[in-house]
């Protein structure tokens, strides 16, 4: 790698500390264009089983690379879990691995040559930075240093935005949950445990998530049923937590 590549990603690493994850997704895949010499199209996309969603794209070409992929069930999208974690095609249009998207990414897009860096993989659910060119043969050994280098980036970026949406969905959780717990206290002048104990009798009697239940109480004033909505009286005739 040169100097001026190191440079860019010494630059990347520190806005990364002071920015949002997808704004450091984005700077990743800018980079790519800008450092890695022969890459005309890159993003980032997560593919959850058969579904691939595009979080950041350079161009609108990679959008529809993707769009392909998931409409062909086929691509470096749809490796397998043992497969390598880069993948490198020299000339889609007839590399034997992809016989129709590859064509295809050709006659549609113009685009030749791919390089493909796994970030990361769960049991359901991966995530890859993309590199597209116009030329075959357009990645060299140096580009596939250049880019493990910049995916590494991309890879810390997606798992502090995977843990902060997390931490986001546990606290949204918690609150609605609270709210709701408030709501039956007020109305039926129940112990904290005992309204506890009314959402989560509701939640397994229905097979209905507990925050489901929660949201609907908070949304409607009313507890779920299976039919029409019960009277609130029956609500407080639960029993306490001793039971729950």
Not at 103 to 125: A, C, H, I, Q, Y
Request: charged share 25%; hydrophobic share 40%; net charge negative.
């Amino acid at each position: 790698m040169d100097f001026d590549f190191n440079r860019l990603l010494a630059d990347a690493a520190r806005e990364m500390d002071e920015s949002l994850a997808a704004a450091t997704l984005g700077g990743a895949v800018e980079l790519c264009t800008q450092a890695i010499a022969h890459c005309d199209v890159a993003g980032i996309s997560v593919i959850d089983g058969e579904e691939i969603r595009t979080l950041v794209a350079s161009s609108d070409e990679l959008r529809r690379v993707d769009q392909l992929q998931r409409e062909l069930r086929e691509g470096p999208h749809f490796r397998d879990a043992d497969q390598l974690d880069t993948i490198v095609c020299n000339d889609l249009d007839t590399d034997p691995r992809w016989p129709t998207w590859g064509p295809r990414t050709v006659s549609e897009l113009g685009l030749r040559s791919t390089l493909s860096l796994r970030l990361f993989t769960t049991e359901t659910v991966s995530g890859a930075l993309s590199l597209y060119a116009v030329r075959t043969d357009a990645f060299a050994p140096d580009d596939l240093v250049e880019g493990h280098a910049i995916a590494t980036q991309a890879a810390i970026a997606l798992a502090t935005g995977f843990k902060e949406s997390q931490l986001h969905r546990a606290l949204e959780t918690r609150t609605v949950i609270g709210q709701a717990t408030g709501i039956l206290i007020e109305r039926f002048g129940l112990a904290p445990d005992q309204a506890f104990a009314v959402m989560r009798r509701v939640s397994q009697s229905h097979n209905v998530k507990l925050h489901a239940v929660a949201s609907h109480l908070v949304d409607t004033g009313e507890l779920p049923s299976q039919g029409s909505v019960g009277s609130d009286s029956a609500w407080a005739e639960e029993p306490s937590s001793s039971e729950a």
